[in-house]
């Protein structure tokens, strides 16, 4: 990572979201170090969504008269604009509520194979087959594959953590066989900030003939992703987290991998043919979008992603990798405290998860809230990975364009309160 | 007005008289293509000779726009090469998605220039397009059934 | 239905939709009767979504800052609300992204069952079991029943439709037997506007122990509805159908069935324990809601039950029989149209399709978008309906509450200039 | 200050030195609470004596006020009857559902009523349920193995 890019104007930046104003528990200024959670929205996001309900509100691809045909021409511009920012062609994205669905789409769609025709051949598992994935996954790249894998008869399997908080590769050989049929991984861990190497994965996945899914929703909020490049062959990632509306994700699929998946939701604006006996189903992308969309939210998706490349991916993700320099520095300093996840900021994106000897997470988190400062504590949806790395819970600051030096230097100070408070460290 | 900017003449004319209508023998292969949206559809069967297109022949429910469309594409292409008739393919398909911004070239497309006023309606861009593509298969599994 | 409450004042009304007063095509004012394809949306709708995102987006039940308070707050303040507004309790609600995701929910967990515990029993099928639904459903209370079956070995059956447009009952007794699983049906047709005789359907399920969904997609915007009255088992409806934002909807379940059911998407928050191998579920609605959920959406649709209280619903279901009235009356007077479904507004809701002899839907819905009035044509989505009662395709005006006689006269004006234009009728 | 509101002095002192803590034997019944967002989880066991309370013993692993209300609840129940307990156990759950609007009886919760400030706080509020979840689970089970 290069920090060559024209620096960030945090302070003319914050003024584009109003929430950062706001004061919380007795006048304290809100930092807010919960992005990994859920972004901040900026009144551009909040203006072009108002804006098109104002003016352009009406069914999607159903409708001939000029509302329609308005919205639905937003609706698929914002699909253009959202393929051309994360690498992909407009009928290579789905729209779905959230990563999680995207993950659940695919898990249920490899199911369908089995009672599809001979052209989802391919997405076929059963006992004998196996799901490899690791143990640092979010739950939603993990839950919906075990649930797959109840549902089929296959095997789930995973590759391990090493102690720094890197996914540990000397099983490789071992895990990639012709057996495996998916490699579904984390491309930036919510944790740890890992970021994973998806080339050898890919070629990994490859040589055995098996697909990746990339779980990118960590990864293209903060930098600049490609997933033709990065060769994957599925991918999800939500808008909330990349100051865009809730209720809005993508699941990007290599055109061919859509051509030929079954469906999973069905129903309305999906279908070819409806008959009370059979039906069959539109081409992708609309195969997967059964139902009235997410139309506003994927406007607003489509405003975020304008937003963020007016900012420059290459300066956010600079920026964030200054500040995850200073926080790990910092806390490095304090004494009792661990942080969970690589120390130094290489392959490592601004997510600091870190445990403080003798205060939980919970109670840390409190203090900091006290503060005005906005943490998640817990084992933030990825419970194995504190299990493997033997804690319970830990406190996760993490950060976004809108974070700025003081606010790192804000949560320090409030460790070392938490610390004072509880009489530890 | 715009309503007779869309409904050129032409057009309402090919709706109510259309050209080739109805399904012929012989033919080497049929197309049955269906709008999902409305539930319009047309059957549509070719017939080659050698690289000349012998027959189009069809059959549809529809509005206006897609019969008509379909009755201007068989005085387009019947007794055309299989290569001429694609090159009109394709400019009616460029023209529909031109979104009125295109100049059509009457000498290829003949009364299909009537249709430029449609392409400012996306919806009906597919309606225009049915018969079309209906013409496309069915030329694409005549020459596989030939091959 | 009695219309003696107090008439709407559609004028002051109006004023709330902002996107009522623009014009399309050249100047014409709009008048919007596709509100069965999706509603236009109050300032106070908007306005609240857009406060909660200025003031306290955050992640619900996940984090413990002031921001995540909030947020969960106002959710679950307006899940309570919006269970009240259906005759509900809170926990008996869950979010989807729509209705079709509601449908889709329940059909694919009864597939779960077979591989969930034995609480899940009642919910398995398999060959030999039928599952019931209409031939007047929309897609969406169609679709995943079939492809339900596919993925079982389980039957699919269905009533027939009247030449009138009504439930034909007459199979009741052929129809309705022990195998009977499942009895989906929709409450009142997005086509034809007929409402359904609920509790005859309910008391012939509860004799052979089937399980009752009922399509409400078009019932509770539009009138009073309470699903504890009705005795349904199940029941969907979606959000951007009455003034609420587009990506929320809510599937309705009793509380019993909903402790029972197994899981669907998978992922965060609906889970109780998460390892390698294995997860154990939360008790509903969380077991329901995997990943981050429609916050904002869910807030929105709290303020849309929020505004059609205070309009009251007796008022709308009033207000709009009115107009159906009107509209049914002056369809009927005009040669060369036939009216699809009930001609009387007795037990029939604001949906009036028709069609007109010698143009076809989409030449009339071209003719009537050039006056600026916007309705929905084709098969709204009900395709086995139109080949059943002889059409292809059908124009549909579909009434709400900011709709008035005046534009009912725009539409018959509208339908006679068609036919002038086409030289029909 | 907000900090100290919530986290009364009685609540630090339960969370430094708790009372009862360490799983004992006999038991009648064992019952394993955890909470989903943050992994705490606490295993208790209860010994019922005809109609006494006769011992409450947990390990476990949490927050200060989790660890700190379960060690509260050892010292309100362990001697009294079932109904007694069952009777502070209501108070406690109605208080912590309070938001901060119910002044607690003393009598009834006695170092309980430190509580009251966490029940401003909706995120916590399971925390500091967790151990009097596992007691009402442990005795049904306890009452059900009996019966
Ligand atoms: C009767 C009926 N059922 C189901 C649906 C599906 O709703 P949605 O597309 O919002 O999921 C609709 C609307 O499109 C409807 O009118
Ligand atoms: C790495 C990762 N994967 C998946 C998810 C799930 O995203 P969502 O809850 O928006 O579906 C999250 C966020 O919660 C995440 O951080």
Redesign the interface.
């Known amino acids: 990572m290069t920090t060559t890019a024209t620096p960030l104007d945090v302070v003319a930046l914050r003024e584009d979201f109003?929430?950062l104003a706001?004061t919380?528990?007795?006048g304290k200024r809100?930092v807010?170090l919960?992005s990994g959670?859920?972004s901040?929205?900026p009144t551009q996001v909040?203006d072009a969504e108002?804006r098109f309900?104002?003016?352009?509100?009406?069914?999607v691809?159903?409708?001939?008269?000029?509302?329609?045909?308005e919205a639905?021409?937003a609706y698929e511009s914002a699909r253009a604009r959202i393929a051309d920012f994360i690498g992909a062609t407009p009928d290579e994205l789905v729209f779905t509520?959230?990563?999680?669905?995207g993950?659940?789409l695919v898990a249920?769609a490899m199911g369908?194979a089995?009672?599809a025709g001979p052209e989802a051949a391919r997405f076929l598992v059963g006992p004998g087959d196996e799901i490899l994935i690791t143990?640092m996954e979010?739950?939603?790249?993990?839950?919906?594959w075990?649930?797959l894998c109840?549902?089929t008869g296959a095997t789930?399997r995973?590759f391990g953590v090493t102690d720094e908080g890197r996914l540990d590769l000397s099983t490789l050989d071992e895990l990639v066989t012709p057996r495996t049929k998916v490699i579904a991984f984390t491309h930036q861990s919510n944790v740890l900030g890992t970021v994973n190497p998806v080339a050898e994965l890919v070629a990994a996945a490859r040589r055995v003939g098996a697909l990746t899914v990339l779980d990118a929703c960590q990864s293209v909020p903060h930098s600049k992703v490609d997933f033709h490049a990065l060769g994957v062959d599925f991918a999800v990632f939500?808008g909330?987290k990349m100051l865009a509306?809730?209720?809005?994700g993508v699941l990007y699929g290599r055109r061919e991998l859509l051509e030929a998946l079954p469906?999973f939701?069905?129903?309305?604006?999906m279908?070819?043919?409806?008959?009370?006996?059979?039906?069959t189903f539109?081409p992708p992308p609309q195969r997967f979008e059964?139902?009235?969309?997410?139309?506003?939210?994927a406007i607003g998706l489509g405003a975020a992603v304008d937003y963020l490349s007016a900012v420059g991916m290459d300066r956010v993700a600079a920026h964030e990798h200054l500040l995850t320099e200073a926080a790990l520095a910092g806390l490095g300093e304090i004494r009792g405290v661990r942080i969970i996840g690589p120390t130094s900021a290489v392959d490592r994106g601004g997510a600091v998860s870190f445990d403080i000897e003798g205060v939980?997470?919970?109670?840390a988190?409190?203090?900091?809230?006290?503060l005005g400062?906005?943490?998640?504590?817990?084992?933030h949806?990825a419970?194995?990975l504190?299990?493997r790395l033997g804690v319970?819970?830990s406190v996760r600051a993490s950060f976004y364009l809108y974070n700025d030096l003081d606010e790192v230097t804000a949560l320090l100070d409030g460790v070392r309160e938490a610390q004072r408070?509880?009489g530890a460290g | 007005m715009q309503l007779q900017q869309m409904y050129q003449e032409i057009i309402l004319d090919h709706y109510k008289n259309p050209h080739g209508r109805g399904l012929r023998d012989p033919y080497d292969a049929e197309s049955f293509q269906v709008n999902p949206t409305c539930g319009d559809e047309v059957t549509l069967r070719v017939k080659l000779d050698g690289e000349t297109v012998a027959d189009v022949s069809y059959d549809g429910q529809g509005c206006s726009i897609s019969q008509a469309s379909t009755s201007v594409l068989t005085d387009l292409v019947i007794g055309k090469s299989v290569g001429e008739a694609f090159k009109k393919f394709d400019a009616f398909v460029e023209l529909m998605q031109s979104r009125g911004t295109l100049e059509p070239d009457e000498d290829v497309l003949e009364d299909g220039i009537a249709f430029a006023g449609v392409s400012k309606y996306p919806a009906r861009v597919k309606c225009a397009l049915l018969g079309w593509m209906a013409f496309k298969d069915a030329v694409a599994r005549s020459e596989g059934a030939k091959a």
């Open positions: 109003p929430i706001r919380v528990r007795e809100l807010y919960d959670a859920t901040q929205r909040l108002r309900l104002e003016t352009s509100n009406a069914a691809h159903r409708g001939a008269h000029q509302l329609a045909e639905t021409d509520k959230n990563a999680t669905e993950v659940n249920y369908n089995a009672t143990e979010h739950h939603a790249n993990l839950v919906p075990q649930q109840l549902r789930l995973w939500s909330h509306p809730s209720g809005i469906p939701l069905t129903g309305g604006s279908i070819e043919m409806v008959h009370m006996a059979k039906s539109a059964a139902g009235v969309p997410m139309t506003s939210q939980h997470a919970h109670d988190g409190q203090v900091l809230d006290s400062i906005a943490v998640r504590v817990g084992h949806c419970w194995p504190h299990r319970q819970a408070f509880f």
